[in-house]
Nanobody
Framework: QVQLVESGGGLVQAGDSLRLSCTASGRTFSTYAMGWFRQAPGKEREFVAAINWSGGLPVYADSVKGRFTISRDNAKNTVYLQMNTLQPEDTAVYYC?????????????????WGQGTQVTVSS
């Protein structure tokens, strides 16, 4: 079992930055592919970014490419999502997810473990 805890959300203005963190329990974090997803009110959960077990092969949704950066520190059992130039349409609950894998994954059903989410609100 892996438990994931997100932090770093908040209320910011358009153009601001935030860094989300997701810390995992357990000793096998380095064997997990990690992903970030988000869900806005009334919408389905959507893919944001993912990274493989070693920190390579980051992939992004087109809507965040060039603004968001996913990274991980296996020594700290933590994955990060640096979000720059935030826009009101980025407002959502952000979730991190994990699955034991050596490759990246983009869809919700591919992930085994989920955090409880952290709210990001961007005002215009």
């Amino acid at each position: 079992q892996v438990q994931l805890v997100e932090s770093g959300g908040g209320l910011v203005q358009a153009g601001d930055s935030l860094r989300l963190s997701c810390t995992a329990s357990g000793r096998t974090f380095s064997t997990y592919a990690m992903g970030w997803f988000r869900q806005a009110p009334g919408k389905e959960r959507e893919f944001v970014a993912a990274i493989n077990w070693s920190g390579g092969l980051p992939v992004y949704a087109d809507s965040v490419k060039g603004r968001f950066t996913i990274s991980r520190d296996n020594a700290k059992n933590t994955v990060y999502l640096q979000m720059n130039t935030l826009q009101p349409e980025d407002t959502a609950v952000y979730y991190c997810a994990a699955r034991p894998s050596i490759i990246v994954h983009r869809t919700t059903y591919e992930y085994d473990y989920w955090g409880q989410g952290t709210q990001v609100t961007v005002s215009s």
